[in-house]
Structures are given as structure tokens and as C-alpha cells.
């Protein structure tokens, strides 16, 4: 026991700074934090770990997306998640949220973004799992695709959104598609007290 504590203590000792470093080190620590804290706020990033569909339209590139699937028949019965995320166990799921959120974080940060959005590879094999998830008494008697990988290997394999191409999103996929769509409004990041703009009164 005393070897790992002398093992930990001595990694503290490490990575520790030199007294004469350690206030502003402590003071850029303590700035980064309260960055993180700004970015994690204005972001909403809290809301990712939710399956509300309001998440998806933080950023405003989705909007097409939102209002073509809440006003198809799939947004009565599912939300986002129930199509764009694993489902077989929890930690696939976390960890394909993870991966993607950050890829659509980075693009839209540095407006990458494309006119059309498309979904990549990834996201492709994991829709046509649920696709097949949700639809499994209606697909046993048709020959399908259960992968891209699968689709490309069989030539008579088919991806669900092959034939039906309306669903649910629609065919017509940009961000000029839906120009006077409605969609909910999202809650400022800025508090009220602090916005010189707010219609709030005063407290």
C-alpha cells in the first residue's frame, strides 16, 4: 500500500509546477475553467445528453431536419435518437453520441458545414439498424441491406431510405429547403439580468 501511495505522491511531485509558477498557474487554471464553464453554457451542451429533439436545432444547419421530421409521420413516434443513435447498449450509444457531437461541433464551429447535409458512413449503418429495428414485422420478407458494408458486398441488397426517399426528412435536403419553416425557439444563453435586450422585467 505505501509503495502506490509513494508511486501516486511521486507523480503529484511531477506534475506539480515550481513554487515560484504555481499562482499563475493557478490563475490560468482557474481561467480555462471558467472558459470551459462559458463555452459548456452558450453551447448547451447539457442538452446533447438528452433525447429532446430541441437539442438537434442548437445549431441553426439543422433546422431543415427538425421541421421535415416533426412534421412527417415519424414525428409522431420517434424522436431523433430513436433513428441517428445506437441502441443494442448504452455505451455504443454515449460513445457514437460522443463521436458524432464533436464532428458536427467542429464543423459548425469553423463553418465547414455543407450546403447539403448527408449522412456519412457511420451514421448510415446505424440507421438502417434502427430502421430494421422498428420496422422488424414489416422487413422479414424483403431482402435488405443490414449494413452499407452489407449493401455494397450484395448487389441486390437495399438501404431503407432507397425506396422510401421521402422519409422522413423529404427529398429536397438544404439549408434554403425550408426558409419560413416554424420551429421552437431556444432559450437565450444569456441570463436575463444580464442582457440588455431582454423583454424580462428587472428583478
Known sequence: MSKVFNFVADIVQR????KEWMAPVMVLGGLLAALFLIIFRISNAASYLSDD????????????????????????????????????????????????????????????????????????????????RCHANLVGQVRYANSTAEAAAHGDGRLCWECHRETPHGRVHSLASVPHARRPQQEPVIPDWLNPFSTQPKK
Not at 90 to 116: L, N, W
Request: charged share 20%; hydrophobic share 35%; net charge positive.
Open 15 to 18: 506534475v506539480l509546477p515550481p
Open 53 to 132: 429533439p430541441r437539442a438537434c436545432i442548437n445549431c441553426h444547419i439543422m433546422t431543415p431536419e427538425y421541421v421535415t421530421w416533426e412534421r412527417g409521420s415519424h414525428g409522431r413516434v420517434a424522436v431523433c435518437n430513436d433513428c441517428h443513435v445506437p441502441h443494442d447498449n448504452i455505451f455504443r450509444k454515449y460513445f457514437f453520441k460522443a463521436q458524432d457531437g464533436s464532428r458536427h461541433a467542429f464543423m459548425f464551429t469553423f463553418r465547414m458545414e455543407p450546403q447539403v447535409i448527408k449522412a456519412h458512413k457511420p451514421s448510415i449503418g446505424v440507421i438502417q439498424e434502427n430502421c430494421l
